[in-house]
């Protein structure tokens, strides 16, 4: 009676103990949801527009415009690694979308000084560089 009392016991234990274990997520996809997290509350305007006095009330608006733009660079970048021309021609239309949603947010200083920070091709140093090229 007491094996019969103690393996029953174990089995309840152990199929809890299972149950717990399936409801937490896996350490990648706790990795994944961490950088998502992070990118999400990334003040993308202190890091491109450091020079232009965004006011916290843009500040929302123009990191969703950011974030959603270096998105679609990086789908597209990677869906053509093979052949760099075809991003060549595509990103410029990429980059005029981008121009229009943000100076839909900006006042007409602050567009124009961001089009005036625009760096030199060559300039790799420059992280503006992400956003025009």
Avoid at 12 to 40: F, H
Wanted: charged content about 20%.
């Amino acid at each position: 009676m007491k094996k019969i009392f103690f393996i029953a016991v174990i089995t309840l234990l152990g199929g809890k103990l299972a149950q717990a274990q399936q409801s937490t997520p896996s350490p990648v996809n706790q990795v994944k949801e961490g950088y998502k997290q992070t990118r999400a509350n990334t003040d993308y305007s202190m890091i491109y527009l450091r020079n232009i006095a965004v006011t916290d009330a843009q500040k929302p608006q123009v990191n969703k415009i950011i974030l959603n733009y270096l998105d679609a660079k990086r789908t597209l970048a990677l869906a053509n690694k093979q052949d760099l021309s075809v991003y060549r021609q595509q990103q410029p239309a990429l980059f005029n979308d981008f121009k229009t949603k943000l100076a839909a947010v900006l006042n007409s200083e602050q567009m124009s000084a961001f089009m005036a920070s625009k760096p030199p091709l060559d300039d790799k140093k420059n992280l503006l560089r992400g956003l025009f090229y």
